[in-house]
């Protein structure tokens, strides 16, 4: 079983619509988790921490279930530079990240 | 502030050749990465260094690959003999502080692309 899994997509929406990732780990003794975005042919960049009450930016709204170990992304009125991959990213105390396959969002006029 | 520096960010090598990939990461960060990722998944840790020791490299293939940051500053990752299965983007990342729990920000630089054929 692999550590984070996520729905790889593709995820074809028009523009305005709202989506909504998924991502679920495997280590109950993750702390921290996160949201990056990777463009196509760049590196991944920090979109958003993720907290146990949840939490906002903008469009943007992250939630974590410890209990069921999930994470989820939802994206509301999406714009057409919303295009890209979303990964989902935990990591414990003092270790590295660890990456899902991240999930392709093309958001389309 | 500069970025994390990359090069070269394209290889083309063939199969059992030997290949070095170099990373300058922001100034005053302590933590450095080595990721792989590969066309369709996402980066995977080879190695972290803090300040010049290695606190990770459980998935560094050490049969073929090494890395070494000798001053605490910059890094070079090494390949040797390259697999096709070699052909990936390496990303180096560095980090104010250890583990970054408290912000989970990794900053990345733009990749060494590496094709092995």
């Known amino acids: 079983r692999k550590e984070v899994e996520q729905d790889p997509g593709p995820f074809n929406v028009p523009e305005g619509a709202t989506v909504a990732f998924n991502c679920t780990y495997s280590n109950s003794a993750s702390q921290s988790f996160f949201w990056y975005r990777q463009d196509c042919r760049k590196e991944p960049k920090l979109l958003m921490s993720?907290?146990?009450s949840g939490n906002e930016d903008g469009r943007f709204t992250a939630q974590l279930n410890r209990a069921s170990q999930y994470i989820s992304l939802l994206i509301r009125d999406s714009k057409l530079s919303d295009s890209a991959t979303y990964l989902c990213v935990v990591n414990q105390a003092g270790t590295a990240l660890i990456f899902g396959k991240g999930t392709t969002l093309s958001v389309s006029s | 502030e500069a970025g994390v520096a990359q090069s070269p960010r394209y290889k083309i090598i063939e199969k059992r050749q030997s290949v070095a990939f170099w990373c300058n990461p922001i100034s005053g960060h302590a933590t450095l990465y080595w990721y792989q990722q590969i066309l369709g998944q996402g980066p995977k840790l080879l190695i972290q260094f803090q300040n010049n020791g290695v606190v990770d490299d459980s998935q560094l293939p050490k049969d073929r690959f090494s890395a070494e940051r000798l001053k605490g500053v910059d890094s070079t990752l090494k390949i040797q003999p390259a697999k096709l299965e070699d052909s990936a983007v390496y990303l180096c990342?560095?980090?104010?502080?250890?583990?970054?729990?408290?912000?989970?920000?990794?900053?990345f630089g733009e990749g060494s692309r590496l094709t092995v054929l």
């Open positions: 993720v907290y146990s």
């Open positions: 990342a560095s980090s104010l502080g250890r583990g970054t729990v408290n912000t989970g920000e990794l900053f």
